[in-house]
């Protein structure tokens, strides 16, 4: 640089080098951009293909009374007042939050787990093992094993349940209990996943802390509560948001341990309504706007999340 | 970052009464017992490892029961005198005088 800087100075640079220069530039960049634009364009126009067309299109079909086939009919903000007038879909979207009460059962089992398992206990690596099987093991083999070990007869719960005496009712026929049965078996397949997290975010969590605490005096549960739960707290902020977009999203273990909705209704998940009546009564449109009300839902539960984590943010520098 | 802060208020106060108004930074109470509070209590790792374990049984026990299943006869899926496992339900006397002879079968001949 010292060497060429001089040089520079002493040569003119007049302005026919610089229209040179610039057509130069000029000439090159165009050739990057094409470049650039053809290696954007397979997932820009995947995007807009596969995610901005059906989207845009399913709100267009939110205003017309159509059958997923047929012509489609402008019915304007009907299917939107007939949402808020039916039953079946506050029953739903009713069940659907009801199903959320799984979440913080789940972390907090989970964030105990983890605590737990961080420690140097024998077999730890067996308990890890176990705990994480139910989250390798498919979705649907899960719910039809669960459906079987529900049954009011023959099911392994009520057989456990029986061991101490106990009558078990006939869990997915009974409305009261149909609904707290789908929880357990979401928390227990569930509670590996949120665990590994937990596991590494409390194992990331220095040492040198709790020492420092320790040193002035601080006992388990002030260690706990002022050190390890601050320092998990973003892995619990991403359980939170990830467990209730999903849980707004239920629909596989209903459909196959309850198909018809379960007795009196007590476990169809929203989901499952908006599939129901898109697939079984082809009500395309209506489902359409339902599915709408459902991801506005989630989109401002989400919003407020954030808004929510950025106000108590902290950073440990 | 709040921790280390509100820890750290307190500790001197409780260092000065101890040492009598000395400026030197003196030990903080519990000084002694920090070692032990770092380090895991063996108990509370025996208790915790019992609660795992009851917690592995829950998790493992619908899996491990789909895999019994999978063992029996339909007739024995729908066996009343239920039991986990296929060869213990068969031999014993309620199995004999049940309505269920293929399971009793089945696993006679294991």
């Known amino acids: 640089m010292a060497t060429t800087a001089p040089e520079q100075a002493t040569s003119r640079w007049t302005k026919e080098d610089a229209r040179a220069a610039r057509k130069r530039n000029a000439k090159l960049h165009r050739k990057e951009y094409v470049w650039a634009a053809a290696f954007l364009a397979p997932p820009v126009i995947g995007w807009i293909a596969f995610l901005l067309f059906p989207m845009a299109f399913s709100v267009y079909a939110s205003f017309t009374n159509w059958n997923g086939l047929g012509a489609m009919q402008w019915i304007g903000l009907q299917n939107y007042v007939n949402l808020f007038q039916d039953p079946y879909f506050w029953k739903a979207l009713w069940n659907t939050l009801f199903y959320m009460i799984g979440i913080p059962i789940g972390l907090a089992l989970s964030l105990g787990l983890a605590?737990?398992?961080?420690?140097?206990?024998?077999?730890?690596?067996?308990?890890?093992t176990v705990y994480y099987i139910p989250v390798i093991s498919s979705?649907?083999?899960?719910?039809?094993?669960?459906?079987?070990?529900?049954?009011?007869?023959?099911?392994?719960?009520?057989?456990?349940?029986?061991?101490?005496?106990?009558?078990?009712?006939?869990?997915?026929?009974?409305?009261?209990?149909?609904k707290p049965a789908l929880v357990i078996m979401?928390?227990?397949?569930?509670?590996?996943?949120?665990?590994?997290?937990?596991?590494?975010?409390?194992?990331?969590?220095?040492?040198?802390?709790?020492?420092?605490?320790?040193?002035?005096?601080?006992?388990?549960?002030?260690?706990f509560t002022k050190i390890t739960w601050?320092?998990?707290?973003?892995?619990?902020?991403?359980?939170?948001?990830?467990?209730?977009?999903?849980?707004?999203?239920?629909?596989?273990?209903?459909?196959?341990?309850?198909?018809?909705?379960?007795?009196?209704?007590?476990?169809?998940?929203?989901?499952?309504?908006?599939?129901?009546?898109?697939?079984?009564?082809?009500?395309m449109g209506y489902a359409t706007a339902m599915a709408l009300v459902l991801g506005i839902l989630v989109l401002i539960v989400t919003i407020i999340q954030f808004r929510l984590n950025r106000a108590n943010n902290f950073s440990i520098d | 970052m709040s921790v280390t802060s509100s820890t750290a208020k307190t500790a001197p106060a409780a260092m000065v009464k101890a040492t009598g108004g000395d400026p030197r930074p003196a030990i903080a109470p519990g000084f002694f017992k920090a070692k032990g509070a770092t380090r895991e209590n063996p108990l509370v790792n025996a208790f915790l490892t019992a609660i795992l374990a009851v917690g592995a049984v829950i998790m493992a026990a619908p899996l491990l029961w789909m895999v019994?299943?999978?063992?029996?006869?339909?007739?024995?899926?729908?066996?009343?005198?239920?039991?986990?496992?296929?060869?213990?339900?068969?031999g014993t006397r309620t199995c004999a005088s049940s309505t269920t002879p293929t399971c009793c079968r089945a696993s006679g001949t294991r």
Not at chain 1, 142 to 168: E, K
Not at chain 1, 196 to 215: D, F, M, T, W
Not at chain 1, 254 to 259: A, C, F
């Open chain 1, 139 to 178: 979705l649907a083999a899960i719910a039809i094993l669960w459906q079987w070990a529900y049954n009011g007869d023959f099911g392994l719960v009520n057989q456990v349940l029986a061991l101490f005496g106990i009558q078990g009712p006939n869990w997915l026929m009974d409305p009261v209990t149909a």
């Open chain 2, 68 to 90: 019994s299943t999978s063992l029996k006869t339909k007739e024995g899926v729908y066996a009343l005198p239920r039991s986990g496992f296929p060869i213990r339900s068969c």
């Open chain 1, 230 to 283: 601050p320092m998990v707290r973003p892995v619990t902020f991403f359980l939170v948001v990830t467990n209730i977009i999903g849980g707004s999203m239920i629909f596989t273990e209903i459909n196959i341990m309850t198909p018809t909705g379960g007795p009196q209704w007590s476990t169809a998940s929203l989901v499952w309504y908006v599939w129901n009546k898109a697939f079984r009564n082809l009500q």
């Open chain 1, 115 to 128: 605590l737990a398992l961080s420690r140097k206990i024998r077999g730890r690596t067996f308990f890890r």
């Open chain 1, 186 to 223: 979401m928390v227990w397949k569930g509670l590996g996943y949120s665990m590994i997290l937990y596991l590494a975010a409390v194992q990331a969590v220095p040492r040198s802390l709790y020492e420092a605490a320790a040193l002035d005096g601080a006992n388990a549960w002030k260690r």
